[in-house]
């Protein structure tokens, strides 16, 4: 049995998603990892993780669109309608930075995923993405941290 730790940097060009998919794969294949467990961390708080499906675009398209919708880039209002809109406290880094906090919040900061056969165990139409939800373009960092054996 090993353990193996490695950080690796995404560049994004703001807000959306990346397919990191052959990349983890690709580290996976480098380390000769056979057989294990992987946890991928993202290491900041306004962008997050996601298995979602890589067939279709346009379910990434759907996705965006509804966390916008449900994420106000101002504030919000409470979901009854019986509080008066409230702006944001944390705003000094611009209108998408609060908001890119809620989003990380109700999605993942990490994943942990099965490693056969030296490749991460996903579904027939299944991805790992990479989300990033502030407008800039930013260098994201994620911990990679395999338990497993080796070839």
């Not at 900041?44 to 996601?50: E, G, P, Q």
């Not at 759907?62 to 919708?69: I, P, T, V, W």
């Not at 993942?108 to 056969?116: T, V």
């Amino acid at each position: 049995m090993k353990q193996i730790i490695s950080e690796v940097i995404f560049k994004t060009n703001g807000e959306g998603f990346i397919n990191i998919t052959s990349q983890v794969n690709e580290w996976i294949s480098s380390n000769k990892i056979d057989t294990g467990i992987l946890v991928v961390s993202c290491k900041h708080t306004s962008c997050s993780l996601t298995i979602n499906e890589n067939a279709d675009p346009r379910v990434l398209k759907d996705l965006s669109a509804y966390m916008k919708a449900i994420v106000p880039e101002k504030g919000f209002s409470s979901i009854n309608l019986k509080e008066e809109w409230q702006e944001y406290l944390h705003s000094e880094e611009g209108l998408d930075d609060m908001p890119a906090h809620i989003k990380t919040m109700l999605t993942c900061s990490s994943l942990s995923l099965s490693i056969i056969k030296s490749k991460l165990v996903l579904g027939t139409w299944q991805g790992i993405y990479l989300w990033e939800h502030r407008y800039s373009k930013n260098s994201r960092h994620l911990n990679l941290h395999a338990i497993g054996e080796t070839i």
